[in-house]
């Protein structure tokens, strides 16, 4: 399956500490890159990575409608995570409590939610690795503490 719709800007990165979010913990060197990824993300590894997502998304322009009307692509993150050698990213996700919020006449059923949910994770996941595949070019300063056992 394909989506076809117009390619959204890509978010811009609020500085945020990512251990603040349920799904990421970074360990170590606070620096997180955001300048220097959003430059990357706007330089054409966004457009380079929602155009792989789309071709395979299951997402269908539908429920990428009810994504762009919440404004959900603008509440991505992406940072880097130096001790892991990753860019770490938080997708933005509809809430369990959606129907109680009425939070879009176009919601109606856990589905949907969850194909939407899903798809963002497979989002984030897309820009992440082409951002550290393909535009990041920087090296880690990680040194291994002197204490590590001999596997």
Do not use: C
Not at 16 to 25: G, L, V
Not at 86 to 94: K, T
């Amino acid at each position: 399956m394909s989506l076809d719709v117009d390619r959204p800007d890509p978010p811009q990165l609020e500085e945020t500490d990512p251990n603040e979010y349920e799904d990421a913990e970074v360990v170590g060197d606070t620096d997180y890159k955001r300048d220097e990824l959003e430059s990357l993300l706007e330089a054409g590894a966004w457009a380079d990575a929602f155009d792989e997502w789309a071709k395979t998304t299951d997402l269908d322009e539908g429920a990428f409608g009810i994504v762009a009307e919440l404004g959900m692509i603008q509440h991505f993150d992406f940072f880097w995570d130096a001790f892991a050698d990753r860019v770490g990213y938080h997708a933005p996700g509809i809430p369990e409590d959606w129907k109680e919020r009425d939070l879009h006449p176009e919601l109606s059923s856990w589905e949907t939610v969850s194909g939407i949910n899903a798809s963002m994770a497979e989002l984030g996941e897309t820009i992440s690795r082409t951002l550290k595949e393909e535009y990041i070019d920087w090296e880690t300063d990680y040194e291994a503490p002197d204490d590590l056992p001999d596997f």
